[in-house]
């Protein structure tokens, strides 16, 4: 083996081993949804959501919709037996400090609860594999028709049926995983998957957004249109 050879070789090795390093750094979670437990209380839901301006429609759901906006914007469904539901918080931190919010809420109203607990549900995670431009997602398809679905027509990602959890896989290298109750399981997903994409890895580059394109070119134009200023 030649100098150039073995140099590229090396290159490749660390390109892998990099690769793998930075799919086990924690991945960005997008939602989060948990289950709530305030405790043996009883909350009377039309009068606590009146007082607070708080979404309830009874005819259609017994649950007050509460709604959290700023930095950490959330939104729980409060029932009578003080049981809530928790979604689209972005981390499980988020999620107990907007526990802790409704708890406040309550004790506002001389509802005191004795407790607050929560267990995750589902996690989604969005995220890039490292150092892979493109994937090519009908090679894949091919080779591993028993672990794969694929509707191209329908949806444009490629279902992954043997992960344990919902995984979308797509041409971009985007990955979505869902279903997860601990980030541990996501992190041992997304380490398969940076492993099996430098054998699929593809120079596919995604195409522009046509609005941009189109914005740019018709800026493009309208200058070409305008005379030029004499001096």
């Known amino acids: ?50 007082k607070r301006m708080y979404t309830f429609v009874p005819p259609r759901f017994e649950a007050a919709v509460v709604r959290y906006v700023g930095d950490q914007a ?57 150092g892979v431009h493109g994937i090519d997602i009908a090679k894949l398809r091919r080779e591993h028709m028993e672990d794969s679905a694929w509707t191209p027509t329908v949806f444009p990602g490629l279902r992954l049926l043997k992960c344990g959890l919902s995984t979308r896989l797509f041409d971009t290298n985007n ?12 992190q041992a997903i997304m380490a398969q998957l ?5 054998k699929y890895r593809s120079d596919y580059i995604p195409p522009p957004n046509k609005r941009y394109a189109y914005r740019l070119l018709r ?7 305008m005379p030029m200023a004499i001096h």
């Not at 990955?175 to 996501?186: E, F, K, L, N, W």
């Not at 940076?194 to 430098?198: A, C, G, H, I």
């Open 1 to 50: 083996m030649g100098y150039a050879e073995e140099f590229a070789s090396r290159v490749r090795l660390y390109a892998h081993s990099r690769s793998v390093e930075l799919a086990l750094d924690p991945l960005p979670e997008q939602n989060v949804v948990a289950s709530g437990d305030l405790g043996n209380i009883e909350v009377v839901i039309r009068a606590f959501a009146r």
């Open 74 to 130: 959330t939104t729980l469904l409060l029932f009578r037996t003080g049981k809530a539901v928790i979604a689209g918080s972005k981390s499980p931190t988020q999620t107990i400090a907007a526990m802790h919010k409704l708890r406040f809420d309550l004790a506002r109203d001389h509802i005191y609860p004795t407790k607050v607990t929560f267990t995750i549900v589902n996690m989604v995670f969005s995220a890039k594999i490292p």
């Open 175 to 186: 990955v979505v995983i869902m279903g997860a109750t601990d980030p541990a399981q996501a």
């Open 194 to 198: 940076t492993n099996l994409s430098n």
């Open 219 to 225: 800026h493009k134009q309208v200058f070409s249109d």
